[in-house]
């Protein structure tokens, strides 16, 4: 089972949107998807209209079937509890691989956790049990500070931890006359750390598209995203470019 976390500790940049089209994407092309949304505030549990579990449900209850290839394990408020019993366990750097991830590894081809924008010790856990971290970022200058501190984690997860997690970015918003952007694109392209530097959105598709205020129907958008699954984490083994129902 492939596991991707989308992380970034600035919000609003798109990381429910890309969970939620890359297995989307996925599904659309026969592989089991098993999504699970690490953030409190459930944005990606309500993108498939799920409601949020109990702690408890969260760590026993099945995952909710969303269609025959997704699966989604929904949010729980109750996160900072867990989150302070892992500060305060020896093991609890690994508890999401070992505790949690493990028991679905013959069930599903693909995991992607949905994570909180913040740099907390779950958020480590779902770094330390990824095999590639997608880092959504808006081309502007304000989000390179961010981007600072979870390139700082990850060196901090590879040396300890994971050391072969890879990291890839996608640069949203962006727009190719603008100098900032120019600007923005330069760093990165400047910076050895990054597995890939994606740029997803052509300048016919629209900036908000990663709002969260988007359909899975959109042709458009699936395009898109089909060109990242397929690059990043596919090896260009897809074959399923036109958009239908997944039942």
Not at 144 to 150: A, D, E, F, K, P
Request: charged share 25%.
């Amino acid at each position: 089972m492939i596991k991707i976390v989308t992380i970034n500790n600035k919000g609003g940049v798109g990381k429910t949107t890309l969970s939620a089209y890359i297995g989307y994407v996925l599904g659309m092309n026969d592989k089991k998807v098993l999504l699970m949304d690490l953030d409190p505030q459930g944005n990606l549990s309500m993108f498939f209209d799920k409601e949020q579990i109990s702690l408890d449900k969260w760590m026993s209850k099945n995952p909710i079937l969303i269609n025959d290839k997704m699966h989604l394990i929904p949010s729980t408020s109750d996160f900072a509890n867990l989150e302070n019993q892992l500060l305060n366990s020896v093991d609890g750097t690994y508890f999401l691989k070992e505790k949690v991830l493990n028991r679905y590894e013959k069930y599903f081809d693909v995991c992607i956790l949905d994570t909180a924008p913040n740099l907390g010790i779950l958020n480590r856990n779902a770094l330390v049990a990824a095999d590639k971290a997608f880092i959504p970022v808006h081309a502007d200058l304000f989000s390179m500070s961010g981007l600072n501190s979870i390139n700082g984690l990850i060196d901090q997860i590879k040396h300890r931890f994971n050391a072969d997690i890879k990291r890839e970015v996608l640069l949203n918003c962006f727009e190719p006359n603008r100098k900032r952007n120019k600007i923005v694109l330069e760093h990165l392209d400047s910076c050895d750390y990054f597995n890939d530097i994606i740029i997803p959105l052509k300048t016919s598709i629209k900036n908000d598209m990663f709002s969260g205020e988007v359909s899975l129907k959109d042709q458009d958008l699936y395009n898109i995203f089909f060109s990242i699954v397929n690059n990043l984490i596919c090896n260009g083994e897809l074959i399923n470019k036109e958009l239908t129902n997944v039942n």
